[in-house]
């Protein structure tokens, strides 16, 4: 009796060394398939950027500019009543560099960089990315 409760709590113990042992794999796949749902481009005045999510049934959808610091400087949701396109005026800000993500479900799905600047006396934007 002795013997197998012995072996019993070896095995235990053994399987478990080998449960945590083993790495955990990412749950997310490795290439998005939600690649290329959204499209950016700049207005035609040069004074901002135009967001465009190709899919209408995407779910729930917002943008959030950031500045340098990583601080919110715009957060603004897509409504799919109006149209998943968006026009932002960043001409407005400072200069610099702003991340412009785009969030969709609670899921960062697309990420560019706006560089505004003076050329002259007028102000304008710049994608990066």
């Known amino acids: 009796m002795k013997h197998s409760i012995k072996l019993l709590a070896m095995g235990l113990l053994l399987s478990t060394g080998l449960y945590a042992a083993v790495p955990v794999k990412p749950t997310t796949p490795k290439t998005s398939p939600i690649k290329g749902i959204v499209s950016f ?3 035609p005045t040069k004074r901002g950027i135009e967001i465009k999510l190709n899919d209408p ?3 729930k959808a917002a943008v959030v500019v950031y ?3 990583n601080d919110i400087v715009w957060k603004e949701p897509l409504s799919s009543k109006k149209g998943l396109d968006k026009g932002l ?3 407005q800000l400072d200069n610099g560099n702003y991340t412009v993500e785009v969030i969709l479900n ?3 799905v697309a ?3 706006a560089h505004v600047y003076y050329k002259g006396d007028s102000k304008f934007v710049q994608l990066r990315s």
């Open 67 to 69: 500045d340098w610091n």
């Open 106 to 108: 609670k899921r960062m």
């Open 57 to 59: 049934t995407a779910g």
């Open 111 to 113: 990420k560019k960089t």
């Open 89 to 91: 005026v960043l001409s």
């Open 41 to 43: 481009s700049q207005l």
